[in-house]
Structures are given as structure tokens and as C-alpha cells.
């Protein structure tokens, strides 16, 4: 990969990181369902005002229909089980789990999309479901049942993030007219789209409104327009330069800049054995991702 793939790279990593702690702060004040829409009804405001202050033309080269689709398994499904996961995870839990999505991605490719394993790919594997088994029986998780939902939540929408990398490639970077920024715009309409009546039904819902604190608002803003918006145009444009698997070892980035952001901003703590499992999934996605010679 080039250097300036490399840079996006880790850019991605510490701003993806600190998705799970603004979903921290602010999932106790808006709720899973309102976080998980205001993130994504933000990014499109976001790519939208860009875009328009760009004069970038929005040519979706008849794929608008695949692009939503995308953006409901890429963003819109995923973020909403990332936010029910806040409610009973740190920071640090949702960030390690994230990195099992390069796993996820060997699997689906290997199942749905023909893709060609090898055998340290498939350790790597092995080793991801043992990562996760160390974390979600800490002593931590015991203590509260709730947290083996948040983790299979987690799992859950790595799952999603694995089958979008291969789909967006099938469906959309064939055409290489698409600009990245048109295609997370794109996305970021259909997650908002699939997550409008759910956010409808909660506010019907709800007995009163109350308005969220500076510190919640200012978390949704970075949510959406930082994380979510800039990071999707980051994203679109290294699945189109260096591949879905290439790309997804940003999943190495991530899991760090969360547990530092965790532990500045909210002041959270990991144990011996939640830290033993985040270096067993880092060394499983190392296996599943190292380079391979090819005949």
C-alpha cells in the first residue's frame, strides 16, 4: 500500500475509535434508537453541505438502489446494535469486538462470495472465536448478563461491516466513475431512511421530550458529521484503492484509540484477562490479513 493509504489508515483507526465513546455519552440521554439516527440523519447533512460547497456533481450512475442497500448494512443496522451495545459496554469492550470484523470477513467471502482462503487465515479464525470467548467470560461480563447480549450485538454488526466490504466491490466499485463521497452520501440516505421509523415510534412514544445536555449534543455532532460523514469518505475511497480486506484492517487501529479514549474522557478501566483477549483477536486479524505469496 501507498503512504498516504497508510495515513487514512490510521486517521480512520483514531476516529472510528472514538465513535464508541461518543455512543457512550450519548446513548444514556437519547437512547440506542435516537443516537443511532441522529449519527446518521447528521452524516448526510453533513456529505450534503459538502458536497454542494464542493459544486461536486451527485451521479449515482443508476446504482442509487444498491447504494442505499449498502448504507442500511453498512452503517444503519450496524450503528443501531453498536448503540444498544453502549448501554451495557465500555468503550474498550465494543472497540476489541470491532476488530473481529476482518474474521467476519473471511468467512462471508469464504462462504457467499468464492474468495480463496489459506490455512493461517483459518487459524486466525479459530484464534478470533477463542479471543471472544476469553472476553465475554471476564469477570466483568459476569457480573451483569446483559453484557453477553451487548458482545453478540457487537459481533452482529462486524458481521454486517464484513458482508458490506464485499458487496460495495461486487455492487458498486466495478464502476470507477463513482465518487467515494457520492456513495457515502448515498449510504448514509438509506441508513437514515431504514432508521426513520424506529425513531418515529420512539418519539410517539416517548411521555416527554427533553432536550440533551451540551456534552450529548456535542458527541452526536462529532458522531455524525467527523465520525460518520468524513470517515465514510475515507472509508469508500480505501475500499476502492486497496480492496475490502485490505481495508479492513483498520480494525487494528480502532481497538487502541477506543481503550485511550475510554480511559482519558470517561476514565474506564480493563482487566488483566479483557486485555489478554484484545491481544488474541489483534494477533488472529494479523493472521487473517498477513500477506500471502501466490503461486
Same mark, same amino acid.
Given at each position: 500500500?501507498?503512504?498516504?493509504?497508510?495515513?487514512?489508515?490510521?486517521?480512520? #483507526?483514531?476516529?472510528? $475509535?472514538? %465513535?464508541?465513546?461518543?455512543?457512550?455519552?450519548?446513548?444514556?440521554? +437519547?437512547?440506542?434508537?435516537?443516537?443511532?439516527?441522529?449519527?446518521?440523519?447528521?452524516?448526510?447533512i453533513g456529505l450534503s453541505v459538502l458536497?454542494?460547497?464542493?459544486?461536486?456533481?451527485?451521479?449515482?450512475?443508476?446504482?442509487?438502489?444498491?447504494?442505499?442497500?449498502?448504507?442500511?448494512?453498512?452503517? #444503519?443496522?450496524?450503528?443501531? +446494535?453498536?448503540?444498544?451495545?453502549?448501554?451495557?459496554?465500555?468503550? $474498550?469492550? *465494543?472497540?476489541?469486538? /470491532?476488530?473481529? !470484523?476482518?474474521?467476519? &470477513?473471511?468467512?462471508? $467471502?469464504?462462504?457467499?462470495?468464492?474468495?480463496? !482462503?489459506?490455512?493461517?487465515?483459518?487459524? &486466525?479464525?479459530?484464534?478470533?472465536?477463542?479471543?471472544?470467548?476469553?472476553? %465475554?467470560?471476564? /469477570?466483568?461480563?459476569?457480573?451483569?448478563?446483559?453484557?453477553?447480549? &451487548?458482545?453478540?450485538?457487537?459481533?452482529?454488526?462486524?458481521?454486517?461491516? &464484513?458482508?458490506?466490504?464485499?458487496?460495495?466491490?461486487?455492487?458498486?466499485?466495478?464502476?470507477?466513475?463513482?465518487?467515494?463521497?457520492?456513495?457515502?452520501? #448515498? *449510504?448514509?440516505?438509506?441508513? !437514515?431512511?431504514?432508521?426513520?421509523?424506529?425513531?418515529?415510534?420512539?418519539?410517539?412514544? =416517548?411521555?416527554?421530550?427533553?432536550?440533551?445536555?451540551?456534552?450529548? #449534543?456535542?458527541?452526536?455532532?462529532?458522531?455524525?458529521?467527523?465520525?460518520?460523514?468524513?470517515?465514510?469518505?475515507?472509508?469508500?475511497?480505501l475500499l476502492r484503492d486497496i480492496g475490502?480486506?485490505?481495508?479492513?484492517?483498520?480494525?487494528?487501529?480502532?481497538?487502541?484509540?477506543?481503550?485511550?479514549? $475510554?480511559?482519558?474522557? +470517561?476514565?474506564?478501566?480493563? *482487566?488483566?484477562t479483557f486485555f489478554t483477549g484484545g491481544?488474541?483477536?489483534?494477533?488472529?486479524?494479523?493472521?487473517?490479513?498477513?500477506?500471502? =505469496?501466490?503461486?
Amino acid at each position: 500500500m501507498r503512504i498516504q493509504d497508510w495515513i487514512r489508515l490510521f486517521l480512520l #483507526g483514531a476516529i472510528w $475509535g472514538a %465513535s464508541f465513546l461518543f455512543m457512550r455519552i450519548a446513548v444514556p440521554q +437519547l437512547g440506542a434508537i435516537g443516537t443511532a439516527f441522529w449519527r446518521v440523519l447528521l452524516a448526510s447533512i453533513g456529505l450534503s453541505v459538502l458536497l454542494l460547497f464542493l459544486k461536486a456533481p451527485i451521479h449515482f450512475e443508476g446504482k442509487w438502489r444498491p447504494i442505499l442497500l449498502i448504507g442500511v448494512i453498512n452503517s #444503519g443496522l450496524p450503528f443501531l +446494535l453498536y448503540c444498544f451495545a453502549a448501554q451495557w459496554l465500555p468503550t $474498550g469492550y *465494543s472497540s476489541i469486538l /470491532n476488530a473481529t !470484523t476482518p474474521l467476519m &470477513g473471511i468467512l462471508i $467471502g469464504f462462504l457467499f462470495f468464492h474468495e480463496q !482462503t489459506h490455512r493461517w487465515q483459518w487459524t &486466525g479464525v479459530l484464534l478470533g472465536l477463542i479471543s471472544i470467548i476469553v472476553i %465475554s467470560t471476564s /469477570n466483568e461480563i459476569k457480573q451483569d448478563p446483559r453484557t453477553i447480549v &451487548g458482545c453478540l450485538m457487537c459481533l452482529g454488526a462486524t458481521a454486517c461491516y &464484513g458482508l458490506a466490504g464485499f458487496l460495495t466491490r461486487q455492487w458498486i466499485n466495478q464502476d470507477r466513475n463513482l465518487d467515494p463521497k457520492t456513495v457515502a452520501l #448515498g *449510504s448514509q440516505i438509506g441508513a !437514515t431512511l431504514f432508521l426513520l421509523p424506529f425513531f418515529a415510534y420512539t418519539v410517539i412514544a =416517548q411521555d416527554k421530550f427533553t432536550w440533551p445536555s451540551a456534552t450529548v #449534543g456535542l458527541s452526536v455532532l462529532l458522531l455524525g458529521l467527523i465520525c460518520t460523514a468524513w470517515a465514510y469518505i475515507i472509508f469508500f475511497k480505501l475500499l476502492r484503492d486497496i480492496g475490502p480486506l485490505n481495508t479492513l484492517t483498520v480494525t487494528f487501529l480502532i481497538p487502541p484509540f477506543g481503550i485511550i479514549w $475510554g480511559y482519558l474522557f +470517561l476514565n474506564e478501566t480493563i *482487566s488483566l484477562t479483557f486485555f489478554t483477549g484484545g491481544i488474541l483477536i489483534c494477533l488472529a486479524v494479523f493472521l487473517v490479513t498477513r500477506p500471502t =505469496q501466490r503461486a
